[in-house]
């Protein structure tokens, strides 16, 4: 079945700053790969998705570039702020009508 | 905006007794999903279903946990009986579109077992 792997697990940044969060997938026949925020006592959120047949997609500050040779996803959050920090989890579907496998997060804290 | 509907938000229930988690998703929404968080981790996927049948329910521990859907709207997770293992955070999903859309998450059942 499909694994999600993400990495870090932890990322401290300074607020202004970018933030990369990386995710591979194992299926290749994955194709909807999204990206869940999940503040503290929330639920988890969609923030952005990309599918198979886009390279990238950009939705103000955050960005999703998807490499399916290298079979890896990125997220992208530009000019960071205090309330982007949360746990941030990826995740990938490999085919139609399956569940959604995530990421284990990735704790983001934006200092300020 | 709908949303995805939990019951209870939390519970403290003791080993080996039973304990029920209940689900309304999205309106209109065929497949429903049940997940299990364990803290400072990913959601695990328990199980999922399309209207009222079982998709995928590989790993649901079947000897303790059950789930059901009888009406294809609303949804039920029962343990029973409940292990200190099982603490952890439960979430419902929903999506249309046969799964292929967005998951809408409920805000979840914290499950403590003392």
């Known amino acids: 079945g499909e694994n999600v792997e993400q990495h870090p697990s932890t990322l401290s940044v300074q607020e202004g700053d970018s933030a990369v969060i990386k995710c591979t997938y194992s299926d290749s026949a994955s194709n909807y790969f999204p990206w869940y925020k999940q503040e503290l006592g929330k639920r988890p959120q969609l923030i952005i998705d990309i599918r198979s047949n886009v390279g990238e997609k950009k939705d103000q500050r955050i960005a999703v570039t998807l490499n399916k040779t290298a079979k890896h996803f990125s997220l992208h959050i530009t000019e960071t702020q205090p309330e982007d920090s949360a746990v941030y989890f990826c995740?990938?579907?490999?085919?139609?009508?399956?569940?959604?496998?995530f990421g284990k997060g990735t704790t983001l804290s934006v200092s300020s | 905006e709908a949303e995805v509907a939990q019951s209870p938000r939390y519970k403290i229930t003791e080993k080996s007794q039973a304990v029920a988690f209940w689900c309304d998703p999205i309106s209109g929404h065929a497949t429903l999903y049940w997940y299990r968080q364990i803290l400072g981790q990913g959601p695990e996927l328990l199980v999922q279903f399309q209207d009222e049948s079982v998709v995928d329910d590989s790993q649901l521990p079947k000897d303790r946990f059950s789930a059901e859907r009888l009406k294809g709207v609303d949804s039920t997770l029962k343990i029973q009986p409940a292990e200190l293992g099982d603490s952890a955070m439960y979430l419902c999903a929903s999506s249309s579109a046969q799964g292929l859309g967005e998951a809408f998450f409920g805000q979840g059942t914290r499950l403590t077992v003392v």
């Open positions: 995740a990938a579907r490999n085919q139609a009508g399956t569940a959604l496998i």
